[in-house]
C-alpha cells in the first residue's frame, strides 16, 4: 500500500521502519522539513517528504503527532479523498495538551479527533509504549505476539488497520467503534500493558471510564518521579509493569 506517516517521534519511526520493511511504499514527514528526519528512520526504505507531499496520492495517512496539534492538520487532510483511510495514534495527557473540556467531560478521544479532522479515522498504535514496540516486535503465530486493541466504524477503515497493525509485528485485535474506544485509551487495563490476544477481550471489557484519568495521572506522576526531567521514556520493562499494577 501507499502510506504517508506525519510525525518521527517514537512511535512514527517505527511504524515507517516497519511498514517499509513489510513491503509498503512509505512516505514520512514532520514540521522540520525532510532534511531533519534521519537515516535510521529511513533505513528500510521510507522516503522523507514535505508534510504536504506526505498525503498526496496515498492509500493511507497514518497521524503519529501529540494529541493536541491534530486540530492543525484538518486544512491538511481536507483535499485527501474521503476512501483515504485516516489512522491516529495519539493519546490525550493533559499536563502535555492543556485541558481540552469535551474530551474532560467524557468524551471518546477519537470521536474528539474525528470531529476536529472532519472526517473518519481509525485508532491504532496508541495502546503500545514505543520501547516495546522498537523491542518487541515477533513473528505471527508467535503465543508471546503483543496484541493491541483497534478501533474504527468504517469497515474498510478497520479491514486496512488491523493488516497494517500485524505488519508491524503485532497482533491487532478489533476492539469495535470509536465510540467504545475509550477502553484502550491511557488509564484503561488494555493500554500499555503487554498483552496478548488471549487477554486482550477480558482487558477492554475490564475498563471502567470514570477511573481512566486519575489512574492516568497516577501513572504519569509515578513516571516524572522515577525519571527525573519527565521527558525520558520508561524501558520495555518498566513501563507495562507499572501499567499492570496500576490499571488492572
Known amino acids: 500500500m501507499k502510506i504517508g506517516?506525519?510525525?518521527?517521534?517514537?512511535?512514527?519511526?517505527?511504524?515507517?521502519?516497519?511498514?517499509?520493511?513489510?513491503?509498503?511504499?512509505?512516505?514520512?514527514?514532520?514540521?522540520?522539513?525532510?532534511?531533519?528526519?534521519?537515516?535510521?528512520?529511513?533505513?528500510?526504505?521510507?522516503?522523507?517528504?514535505?508534510?504536504?507531499?506526505?498525503?498526496?496520492?496515498?492509500?493511507?495517512?497514518?497521524?503519529?503527532?501529540?494529541?493536541?496539534?491534530?486540530?492543525?492538520?484538518?486544512?491538511?487532510?481536507?483535499?485527501?479523498?474521503?476512501?483515504?483511510?485516516?489512522?491516529?495514534?495519539?493519546?490525550?495527557?493533559?499536563?502535555?495538551?492543556?485541558?481540552?473540556?469535551?474530551?474532560?467531560?467524557?468524551?471518546?478521544?477519537?470521536?474528539?479527533?474525528?470531529?476536529?479532522?472532519?472526517?473518519?479515522?481509525?485508532?491504532?498504535?496508541?495502546?503500545?509504549?514505543?520501547?516495546?514496540f522498537a523491542d518487541k516486535s515477533k513473528s505471527a503465530g508467535d503465543p508471546n505476539r503483543i496484541a493491541i486493541p483497534i478501533a474504527a466504524d468504517r469497515e474498510e477503515d478497520r479491514r486496512v488497520t488491523l493488516a497494517l497493525v500485524e505488519d508491524t509485528g503485532l497482533d491487532a485485535f478489533d476492539a469495535g467503534g470509536l465510540a467504545e474506544s475509550w477502553r484502550q485509551q491511557p488509564g484503561a487495563p488494555a493500554y500499555c500493558t503487554d498483552l496478548v490476544r488471549a487477554e486482550m477481550g477480558e482487558a477492554l471489557t475490564a475498563a471502567e471510564k470514570e477511573r481512566l484519568p486519575k489512574r492516568r495521572d497516577l501513572a504519569v506522576a509515578v513516571i516524572t518521579e522515577r525519571m527525573g526531567d519527565g521527558t525520558t521514556n520508561p524501558d520495555a520493562d518498566y513501563l507495562p509493569r507499572l501499567n499492570r499494577a496500576i490499571y488492572m
Open 5 to 132: 506517516i506525519l510525525g518521527t517521534g517514537n512511535i512514527g519511526k517505527t511504524l515507517v521502519q516497519r511498514l517499509s520493511a513489510a513491503g509498503h511504499d512509505v512516505k514520512v514527514a514532520n514540521s522540520r522539513g525532510p532534511d531533519s528526519i534521519g537515516a535510521d528512520v529511513l533505513s528500510s526504505g521510507g522516503r522523507a517528504v514535505t508534510v504536504e507531499d506526505a498525503v498526496v496520492d496515498v492509500d493511507v495517512v497514518i497521524l503519529s503527532i501529540p494529541f493536541n496539534k491534530l486540530p492543525g492538520v484538518a486544512p491538511l487532510l481536507a483535499v485527501v479523498p474521503e476512501n483515504t483511510v485516516v489512522i491516529d495514534t495519539s493519546n490525550y495527557y493533559p499536563l502535555r495538551d492543556e485541558r481540552i473540556e469535551a474530551v474532560e467531560g467524557g468524551q471518546a478521544e477519537s470521536l474528539w479527533v474525528a470531529e476536529q479532522l472532519g472526517r473518519p479515522i481509525a485508532k491504532a498504535w496508541n495502546a503500545i509504549g514505543s520501547a516495546s
